[in-house]
């Protein structure tokens, strides 16, 4: 189905409509918000550097030095580039998902120079001189860290697609409050959705995580 653009954005891609896409939606937000550099390189089948280079100077691929999970990367990437694209489809680094890509989810979170980010929305080019951490970066499976121990002491998944989400954003509290109270743990994993409903375990497992029992279930409830 073709889409109608408005006319600034078909001025700028010499296109008065595009092909609509799963992602045309989030990406009209994204645009009304300014970021046509991102949705011209996600929706647009135009990556011939020229256009770029004319276009969208920041989207021309550009070498961007990454440190992720404490390795050093020199990726080719227009700056523009979200840094989850480039830890999924560069590095190969998989914890992060992909939900929203509007920063309103919190799938793709991972913790940067220790605070939580959402990387669907971070430039890759705003992430030089800084330190990725990426779920993969925690624990390996024979030394899992406490936090990823207590999830699955928890049992705190089903479908388990928010859970990179919960797990770095309760790392990034941890790292900055080794002994949280519920109800900071509850403030901080508040903006990050779970679609199937797990978050008492989810709450539960950041308790023990921070050494804290979990409250009783009417106080439970109380707070839900
Ligand atoms: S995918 Fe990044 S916040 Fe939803
Ligand atoms: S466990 Fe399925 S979305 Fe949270």
Same mark, same amino acid.
């Given at each position: 189905m073709k889409v109608q653009l408005p006319p600034a954005i078909a001025r700028l891609l010499g296109s008065a409509t595009i092909r609509r896409s799963q992602n045309w939606r989030g990406c009209r937000k994204i645009i009304s918000a300014t970021s046509l550099h991102v949705c011209t390189q996600t929706l647009f089948s135009r990556t011939d550097d020229a256009f770029f280079a004319t276009w969208c100077p920041r989207m021309t691929p550009d070498t961007i030095r990454l440190t992720v999970n404490g390795k050093v990367h020199d990726i080719a990437v227009a700056p523009a580039t979200p840094l989850l694209y480039v830890l999924r489809n560069d590095l190969e680094l998989n914890g992060a998902k992909f939900g929203c890509g509007l920063g309103e989810c919190g799938a793709c979170t991972v913790v940067i120079d220790g605070v939580a980010a959402r990387s669907c929305v971070v430039p890759v080019g705003s992430c030089t001189q800084r330190h990725i951490t990426t779920l993969e970066g925690l624990g390996t499976r024979e030394r899992l860290d406490p936090l990823q121990a207590a999830f699955i !002491?928890? %049992? @705190? $998944? %089903?479908?388990?697609?928010?859970?990179?989400?919960?797990? /770095?954003? $309760?790392? $990034?509290?941890?790292?900055?409050?080794?002994?949280? #109270? =519920? *109800? !900071?743990? *509850? !403030?901080?994993? *508040?903006?990050?959705?779970?679609?199937?409903?797990?978050?008492? =375990?989810?709450?539960? $497992?950041? /308790?023990?995580? @921070?050494? *804290? %029992?979990? #409250? #009783?279930? #009417?106080?439970?409830? @109380? @707070?839900i």
């Open positions: !002491e928890n %049992q @705190a $998944a %089903q479908c388990g697609y928010c859970l990179n989400g919960m797990i /770095m954003t $309760a790392k $990034a509290l941890l790292l900055r409050n080794a002994h949280p #109270s =519920e *109800r !900071e743990i *509850r !403030e901080a994993l *508040r903006y990050n959705l779970c679609r199937c409903g797990t978050h008492v =375990e989810i709450i539960n $497992a950041v /308790m023990a995580a @921070a050494g *804290r %029992q979990p #409250s #009783s279930g #009417s106080d439970r409830d @109380a @707070a």
